[in-house]
């Protein structure tokens, strides 16, 4: 059974450059801080020891050693700190701090636990953001943080509209080559982490086949949420589908509303029947020419005859409803991270038998 994720990043070009910016800000530790520099040598080896931390002392401190007599804390701490016994004498250790993620709840069917207040975008950027790329002779917005989104702001206006409509605005240059390796090394990392088989699905996305990997994880619902949660600490927005076929699960993870969708194989034709024609990831003409013969649903082109339709919409419009509905394969051509090393020499003679291999 074939079982196709599909990852959609909608906010990645705002995303990452807010992340670009937050590790350029991030100051560089120069050298060693005042209080390391001049803090007196502690000395936090004393060895292996067969005695318990719990017990009251250690066989390699001095006092024990000597008279079996414990000193006074009170008495060391008055001395100075040049004076003090060291850590080996009163055989003692400091100990590590706690792992960092040993105190993060447990992943038990997608129960949250309370966290911290998440920071809005306003915190963040301080006014709304967009993203703009020169389109023949005019500025075209191709991106848009959240706040700009509620002003109104969407990608596929002008740049001069949108400085109109918002005064106080953010307008920064879109990087598409950028946007594009950030994806490639996501799915390089995929493959070596989740699956075999992963690639890039367009400018905000990517497709992992999970045919029989996602057992190793716990399941699909909690693969997906460990996908999710791995992206949000890189400071990115994510949603999710699995379904039979690549072309559902790219559908349903853009416009389904859901962060994770889970789609049995099999019922990807009434799953994707309500959603608009636009997930069927068409060409802009057959989108134009739809909306003139009121063809707005996946669902309306069910009924239609193939011939009329590929008449009206073309043939891709054909080719991407099959591979939708699982139809008509659509493989997925995974990514390399490397090439394999191979090694060819060139013969004089062609060889017909095992012999002057062997030499």
């Not at 706040?147 to 702001?153: F, S």
């Not at 949108?162 to 953010?170: F, G």
């Not at 034709?269 to 996946?298: H, V």
């Not at 991270?337 to 002057?356: A, C, D, M, N, Q």
Request: glycine share 8%; proline share 10%; hydrophobic share 40%.
């Amino acid at each position: 059974m074939i079982r196709v994720a599909s990852l959609y990043l909608p906010q990645l070009p705002i995303e990452r450059l807010r992340r670009l910016g937050r590790s350029a800000a991030r100051p560089k530790p120069a050298g060693l801080s005042i209080r390391r520099r001049f803090a007196e040598p502690i000395d936090d080896n004393p060895g292996a020891c067969s005695v318990s931390k719990a017990s009251g002392w250690r066989p390699g401190a001095r006092w024990a050693r000597d008279d079996g007599q414990r000193p006074d804390q009170s008495a060391i701490d008055a001395l100075p700190a040049h004076q003090r016994p060291t850590m080996r004498e009163m055989g003692r250790r400091s100990e590590s701090a706690e792992h960092p993620f040993k105190a993060m709840p447990v992943d038990e069917a997608g129960a949250s636990t309370p966290s911290a207040p998440a920071l809005t975008w306003t915190t963040l950027w301080g006014r709304p953001t967009i993203l703009i790329a020169r389109t023949g002779q005019r500025d075209v917005v191709t991106a848009v943080c959240p706040v700009a989104l509620e002003l109104g702001l969407h990608p596929g206006m002008a740049a001069a509209h949108a400085r109109a409509l918002v005064t106080d605005l953010d307008v920064r240059g879109a990087d598409p080559d950028a946007d594009r390796a950030w994806l490639e090394r996501l799915a390089n990392h995929a493959v070596g982490h989740w699956t075999p088989t992963a690639c890039v699905a367009g400018p905000d996305g990517l497709w992992l086949d999970l045919t029989g990997t996602t057992h190793l994880f716990g399941g699909e619902p909690r693969f997906c949420r460990r996908l999710l949660r791995f992206l949000e600490r890189l400071g990115f927005t994510a949603s999710m589908a699995i379904a039979g076929t690549p072309g559902a699960a790219h559908a349903l993870a853009r416009y389904s509303g859901a962060a994770i969708t889970l789609l049995p194989s099999g019922t990807e034709t009434q799953a994707i029947a309500d959603l608009p024609l636009a997930a069927l990831r068409l060409e802009p003409e057959a989108l134009l020419s739809a909306a003139r013969f009121g063809i707005e649903r996946i669902g309306d082109l069910y009924p239609m005859p193939r011939g009329p339709l590929a008449k009206r919409l073309g043939l891709a419009t054909v080719r991407r409803l099959d591979q939708a509905r699982g139809m008509v394969a659509e493989p997925i051509v995974p990514v390399v991270p490397f090439e394999s090393p191979r090694v060819e020499r060139r013969l004089l003679e062609p060889i017909g038998t095992p012999k002057p291999l062997v030499r």
